[in-house]
């Protein structure tokens, strides 16, 4: 419970028509683009018109906006009163996931899902929303008391759990969210700049730890808990296949074909993006994607830029990109009209979790970071990526609708 926080004010019934105007026309991308990269390969599959992937990525859409107008119902602070018991579920959630029978993996060997029924949901999309909000709520106190390493490293301590758990599974991408989410909120909320320090030298040795471990560490040896296709992806990255200058031309054809199947989709998906030129093929004329070049089974989720950005080229990725700056600032303007510190703190940590996923999603696609299994908010299909994403909005609006007065 958080015992700083001020008496809740009486509810503002504005809305953030900006914010919510670019999350709308962000959805409508989204089902747009997810139907030209899927209804051909659903079709093929005689799949039901209800099992189409864009029919179940608008239920996404709509259970997301019900959440969404679900967290405006109360105020933030008596939301944030519950949030450790949130925090724990989610925890005892992502150590389920990991039990046989319990989670589901996704093809490659990862356990990231608990399925119930017909329905799957991955945990570590809630448990992202947990941690912001039960980090926001700890923070929330005094400034004098961050002064203490014990208050300071139980804070980091909320996030490596977590971040641990999902690492495990393995889900790099998803866990590695949670440290720049810590750092922003422990900055905004005045932790001093030696534990920060100390934060970020820890994070940047943690990295080059698990690139050495990836990239040089021979198989076997490895001690950081990564799929095979993981460490592919970082080799590929920075372009580690080396072949042996006594290489037999077997050897060489061999080593040849090997980097060739490890880069393949990044390699399809900057076809994509700069075969798109200025204005794009047109929708549903992208080929990387409708001949399957663009691995069908990413272009819907990962990749889904990369269909964009074919199909509508750079004025196309440029409008996508206006719409994510309108959330992003529109969330900034929240943060900073809050009316006290629990508000500012989760403003900055949705804010903060947005700009994180856009960021490694987009970057990937154009070949800026390494290929990470990470949804762009809002346009890449997954339900609970979506519900999660919209959740994260409400708490925007919610922090919007309290807020101070002047």
């Known amino acids: ?18 914010l919510w105007l670019a999350v709308l026309g962000l959805m409508l991308v989204g089902s747009a683009f997810i139907y030209s990269a899927t209804a051909n390969t659903d079709s093929a599959n005689h799949l039901p018109w209800w099992r189409y992937r864009v029919f179940t990525q608008g239920a ?20 944030a009163r519950w949030s450790l018991v949130a925090y724990w579920a989610s925890v005892l959630l ?4 990991l039990i046989p029978g319990l989670g589901s993996d996704n093809g490659w060997g990862a356990m990231r899902w608990i399925e119930v029924g017909p329905l799957q949901f991955q945990p570590s999309e809630f448990a992202k929303l947990a941690f912001l909000f039960s980090l926001a709520n700890y923070l929330s106190r005094p400034t004098g008391e961050l002064g203490s390493a014990f208050v300071v490293g139980r804070a980091l301590a909320m996030a490596l759990l977590p971040f641990t758990l999902i690492l495990v599974q393995p889900d790099l991408g998803s866990a ?24 970020t030298s820890g994070v940047a040795l943690a990295v080059a730890l698990l690139l050495a ?32 200058k006594d290489a037999t031309p077997a050897q060489r054809a061999t080593a040849r074909s090997e980097l060739k199947r ?10 994509s993006v700069g075969s798109g030129g200025l204005t794009g093929k047109g929708w549903r004329e992208g080929r990387q994607s409708a001949l399957g ?56 940590g949705v804010v903060t979790l947005l700009f994180t996923h856009i960021f490694v999603n987009i970057g990937m696609n154009i070949h800026l970071l390494p290929v990470k299994g990470i949804p762009l908010p809002l346009l890449s299909a997954g339900g609970t990526s979506v519900i999660s994403s919209l959740v994260a909005i409400g708490i925007l609006q919610n922090i919007h609708l309290y807020r101070r007065h002047y």
């Open 293 to 348: 070049y663009l691995p069908r089974t990413v272009a819907h989720n990962d990749f889904i830029f990369s269909v964009i950005a074919e199909e509508k080229g750079f004025l196309g990725s440029v409008t996508v990109i206006g719409l994510y700056a309108v959330v992003l600032f529109t969330g900034i303007k929240v943060a900073g009209e809050a009316r006290d510190r629990l508000g500012r703190l989760l403003a900055v």
């Open 262 to 271: 490890k880069s393949y989709n990044i390699e399809q998906a900057l076809i």
């Open 176 to 199: 590695a969210v949670f440290l720049p989410v810590a750092f922003v909120q422990l900055l905004v909320a005045g932790a001093p700049r030696r534990f920060l320090l100390r934060f």
């Open 60 to 79: 996404a859409y709509l259970i997301g906006m019900v959440a969404a107008f679900g967290m405006c119902l109360l105020d933030y602070s008596r939301i």
């Open 213 to 244: 471990d990836a990239l040089f560490v021979p198989a076997g040896w490895h001690f950081v808990p990564l799929k095979e296709y993981q460490r592919a992806r970082l080799q590929v990255y920075f372009g580690l296949n080396p072949i042996p």
């Open 94 to 97: 992502l150590v389920l996931v």
């Open 1 to 18: 419970m958080n015992r700083f926080a001020s008496t809740p004010s009486r509810r503002d019934t504005s809305i953030l028509w900006p």
